[in-house]
């Protein structure tokens, strides 16, 4: 069955270091997400992207946030100057054309230390 | 605001002991509601989507119901193994796909627990 993969499953950084977390959809999906959870918290939106372009972001995804999709399979996103406050699980997701439903990766848990 | 409040925020039942969990959402542009469970330390885990209300979908030992305000997750004769957060999350499109707004917003989970 196919599935939404994250790497890595978890992630250490320091504050002020750049992180990429990286992502593979389900090969024939459209739409791709970012979400995050704090701990004990919901799951919160971040980003949407389709057709090469961010058709939605929240107030959480500010500058030093950014997203890309370098090649046919990989959706990545990346936190320019992290702060402690984006310790977090970080989940992508994907949806096809046919359905709403977004299927959701393992999530990469991110540490800033 | 869009909004989407679950409730209890945490439940224990024992094993075969039947029970239901509460979504209820004040949105707009609602184009489906999601359940999802999430063990911990996972990612959230489809269970159902509801388009409409009146709609009911069954899995194993879940059903999911959905009105105009709210939806149920009734979960019947539950054994340990369901013990997991369930998420309920309503999914907003405006501006047609891929030409607008399109995302799910979460309600914060109700964590249920079922002891043999």
């Known amino acids: 069955e196919p599935e939404v993969t994250q790497t890595p499953s978890h992630q250490v950084t320091q504050m002020g270091q750049e992180v990429i977390l990286r992502c593979v959809p389900i090969?024939?999906?459209?739409?791709f997400y970012w979400y995050r959870q704090i701990l004990g918290q919901k799951v919160e939106f971040l980003v949407s992207?389709?057709?090469?372009?961010?058709?939605?972001k929240s107030e959480i995804f500010d500058d030093q946030f950014s997203v890309e999709r370098p090649d046919g399979s990989n959706f990545t996103l990346k936190i320019r100057s992290t702060k402690l406050e984006d310790s977090a699980m970080y989940f992508c997701?994907?949806?096809?054309?046919?359905?709403?439903?977004?299927?959701f990766g393992p999530g990469t848990r991110l540490t800033v230390t | 605001e869009d909004q989407v409040t679950q409730s209890p925020e945490a439940l224990r039942l024992q094993e075969g002991e039947s029970s239901s969990l509460n979504c209820s959402y004040t949105?707009?542009?609602?184009?489906?509601l999601f359940w999802y469970r999430q063990d911990p330390g996972k990612g959230p885990e489809f269970l159902f989507t509801?388009?409409?209300a009146g709609e009911e979908k069954e899995k194993e030992r879940l059903k999911a119901t959905l009105t105009k305000k709210e939806s149920f997750l009734h979960i019947t004769a539950p054994k340990p193994e369901d013990s997991a957060t369930y998420l309920c999350?309503?999914?907003?499109?405006?501006?047609?796909?891929?030409?607008?707004?399109?995302?799910?917003?979460f309600g914060k989970g109700t964590k249920l627990t079922v002891n043999p």
């Open positions: 090969s024939n999906h459209l739409y």
């Open positions: 992207f389709y057709n090469n372009e961010i058709s939605e």
């Open positions: 999350a309503v999914f907003l499109a405006r501006g047609g796909p891929g030409g607008g707004s399109e995302k799910l917003v």
């Open positions: 949105v707009s542009g609602l184009r489906g």
């Open positions: 997701a994907s949806l096809g054309d046919t359905t709403y439903e977004q299927y």
């Open positions: 509801l388009y409409s």
